[in-house]
């Protein structure tokens, strides 16, 4: 099936459908046994984004979409209707890159709650029923984030991981990652990408093929492996292993 614009970023299969978001911020529903076209949904066009695209979540009836413009959208899934909409981006931002809205990670949803943050700034919680704020915090993100118990991980742009409280916003630890491959003249930025929790363990990677896990409770890296090439894929774990794509396509598998 055809869409009008490339997609970067994974489909999601839920509930007979398969969701995908194009380039220019159309998300697409499809029959997932025959890829005919059900329904479609055109977001603000953002000709400033990031190149990588995000993928919808779903939660039951309803698709919550991420979009370039900073815009996070629920919609119902059998015919598209826009349920509620809010917009993560961020005033008075001081350059032109931390001016881009784009929500490049997929929502988190979990009890009745949507977790996302955009690039320009904002992590907020989102009552999935009403759409109103839950609370909302200064973290601009391009990573999903992840949910475990009472807490929620995020990772900043600026290599920084952090632990909140998921029902009030209020942060436990910070832990700031390494972010130059040459500290001393601050050359070489370092990109990373994750987390996902494995064996009680927080796994992130990044841009020159470290492989750092950290503990949840204090936010000390515990242990780092090379993985010999550079990773912008957020992590994958299934079966207790962590499979990761170097961004020369090579598969590695870690247990």
């Known amino acids: 099936t055809r869409a009008d614009a490339p997609f970067h970023g994974a489909p999601t299969v839920a509930g007979g459908r398969l969701y995908a978001v194009t380039n220019d911020s159309e998300l697409v529903a499809l029959d997932a046994a025959t890829g005919a076209v059900q329904w479609t949904y055109q977001a603000i066009a953002e000709p400033a984004r990031i190149l990588a695209a995000s993928s919808p979540a779903v939660d039951g009836d309803s698709v919550i979409a991420p979009f370039a413009s900073g815009e996070v959208v629920a919609l119902l899934a059998a015919n598209g ?60 993100s391009t990573q999903t984030p992840w949910i475990a118990g009472d807490v929620l991980y995020a ?11 998921r029902t009030s916003g209020d942060v436990y ?30 796994i992130v990677a990044n841009s020159i093929g470290e492989v750092a896990a950290i503990a949840p409770e204090n936010g000390q890296v515990s242990v780092t492996r090379d993985v010999g090439g550079p990773v912008f894929i957020p992590p994958i774990a299934a079966g207790g292993s962590i499979y990761l794509v170097t961004d020369e396509a090579r598969l590695v598998v870690l247990r």
Not at 92 to 100: C, E, V
């Open 173 to 202: 630890w910070v832990t700031q990652l390494r972010r130059y491959e040459e500290e001393g003249d601050r050359s070489g930025r370092i990109a990373w990408t994750g987390p996902v929790m494995v064996g009680g363990k927080l």
């Open 155 to 165: 990772l900043s742009v600026d290599g920084e991981l952090a632990a909140f409280d």
């Open 81 to 140: 209707r826009r349920l509620w909409v809010d917009s993560l981006s961020r005033s008075g931002s001081l350059t032109s890159l931390s001016a881009i809205n784009d929500i490049a990670g997929r929502p988190a949803v979990d009890n009745g709650v949507v977790y996302a943050a955009s690039h320009s700034g904002v992590l907020a919680a989102i009552d999935m029923r009403t759409g109103s704020r839950i609370w909302a915090r200064s973290f601009a």
